[in-house]
């Protein structure tokens, strides 16, 4: 299945949230009036626009204040004002003293009012007390976009999508605005991950999520994202598998034969953004070992 794209898009997330991570700590932010002066500065404006502008997966990087408030962000100077102290990522972090990074529910963004999750950090000063968060977000789009690639090579009766481990949706395609963020707890989707296994496939018949929940018999298959809170579904309707389980056979060896080719084609536009993170790592730590 799908899941290796959706693996690699986290991981380069992942990779821009610790690289910005870096260069605050090769900063010696060490107290909040430090951290202020190190993250409203214009020189951290052109670092965010940066990470966004060289990767086409980040939608926006924010450095955010111990109050929500928006510090710098990567797409004006200044930033408008913007408290996000009810986001769930926020809310989390003020509370706790989490190392590990922060994957948020789905929410419409506030500057474009597009789909957006975010992967968060904590940010401490030298004694852990908590200065704001750090965050990279990444468009719902880049998912869904390629998860239509995926269906109209078969049927559009055939559906992908993406999920928390909390089975609430992340992004899908066809995408369908009013459910995103809302569990869905009825699906064969769950009743494969509630065995116990990372992945499976079965033919159900139960109420539909995304129709309303009208009872359907339909085909799902589900994978879940190694080290990774999410889990990939795709669902396809009954007379498609109906015409024959040899067709059925060949159809998902196509499937996955098509997921591998696009996932090697986004895998390689991935690892060039990677090599610029990396050279634009070396160029922070050569520059900062400079001005000392």
Same mark, same amino acid.
């Given at each position: 299945?799908?899941?290796?794209?959706?693996?690699?898009?986290?991981?380069?997330?992942?990779?821009?949230?610790?690289?910005?991570?870096?260069?605050?700590?090769?900063?010696?932010?060490?107290?909040?009036?430090?951290?202020?002066?190190?993250?409203?500065?214009?020189?951290?404006?052109?670092?965010?626009?940066?990470?966004?502008?060289?990767?086409?997966?980040?939608?926006?990087?924010?450095?955010?204040?111990?109050?929500?408030?928006?510090?710098?962000?990567?797409?004006?100077?200044?930033?408008?004002?913007?408290?996000?102290?009810?986001?769930?990522?926020?809310?989390?972090?003020?509370?706790?003293?989490?190392?590990?990074?922060?994957?948020?529910?789905?929410?419409?963004?506030?500057?474009?009012?597009?789909?957006?999750?975010?992967?968060?950090?904590?940010?401490?000063?030298?004694?852990?007390?908590? @200065?704001? !968060?750090?965050? /990279?977000?990444?468009? +719902? #789009?880049?998912?869904?976009?390629?998860?239509?690639? %995926?269906? &109209?090579?078969?049927?559009?009766?055939?559906?992908?999508?993406?999920?928390?481990?909390?089975?609430?949706?992340?992004?899908?395609?066809?995408?369908?605005?009013?459910?995103?963020?809302?569990?869905?707890?009825?699906?064969?989707?769950?009743?494969?991950?509630?065995?116990?296994?990372?992945?499976?496939?079965?033919?159900?018949?139960?109420?539909?999520?995304?129709?309303?929940?009208?009872?359907?018999?339909?085909?799902?298959?589900?994978?879940?994202?190694?080290?990774?809170?999410?889990?990939?579904?795709?669902?396809?309707?009954?007379?498609?598998?109906?015409?024959?389980?040899?067709?059925?056979?060949?159809?998902?060896?196509?499937?996955?034969?098509?997921?591998?080719? @696009?996932? !090697?084609?986004? /895998?390689?536009?991935? +690892? #060039?953004?990677?090599?610029?993170?990396?050279?634009? %790592?070396? &160029?922070?730590?050569?520059?900062?070992?400079?001005?000392?």
């Amino acid at each position: 299945m799908n899941t290796e794209h959706a693996k690699q898009i986290i991981q380069n997330g992942n990779r821009v949230l610790e690289n910005l991570m870096d260069v605050l700590e090769l900063s010696k932010v060490g107290d909040e009036s430090q951290y202020l002066k190190f993250a409203s500065d214009y020189k951290q404006f052109e670092l965010l626009k940066e990470k966004t502008a060289a990767n086409a997966i980040i939608d926006v990087a924010t450095f955010v204040d111990e109050n929500g408030n928006v510090i710098n962000f990567s797409r004006s100077y200044p930033p408008p004002k913007i408290n996000l102290s009810d986001r769930d990522y926020f809310i989390y972090f003020k509370n706790n003293n989490d190392k590990s990074t922060f994957f948020s529910e789905p929410v419409k963004n506030r500057g474009t009012g597009g789909w957006v999750f975010y992967q968060v950090k904590r940010i401490n000063d030298r004694h852990d007390k908590f @200065l704001g !968060v750090v965050l /990279v977000g990444i468009s +719902s #789009k880049v998912f869904s976009e390629y998860y239509e690639i %995926l269906a &109209n090579n078969f049927n559009s009766k055939v559906a992908f999508a993406l999920y928390k481990s909390d089975h609430k949706l992340m992004t899908r395609y066809p995408f369908r605005e009013n459910l995103i963020g809302k569990a869905n707890l009825e699906g064969g989707a769950k009743r494969i991950l509630d065995t116990g296994k990372p992945f499976g496939n079965m033919i159900v018949q139960s109420p539909r999520f995304t129709e309303e929940f009208r009872i359907e018999e339909r085909f799902v298959g589900v994978r879940k994202l190694e080290n990774y809170p999410f889990y990939v579904s795709v669902t396809a309707n009954k007379d498609i598998y109906l015409k024959s389980w040899v067709n059925t056979l060949w159809w998902i060896w196509g499937l996955t034969l098509s997921g591998i080719i @696009l996932v !090697v084609i986004s /895998v390689i536009q991935i +690892s #060039k953004a990677q090599n610029s993170l990396q050279k634009e %790592l070396v &160029n922070s730590n050569t520059k900062c070992n400079f001005e000392k």
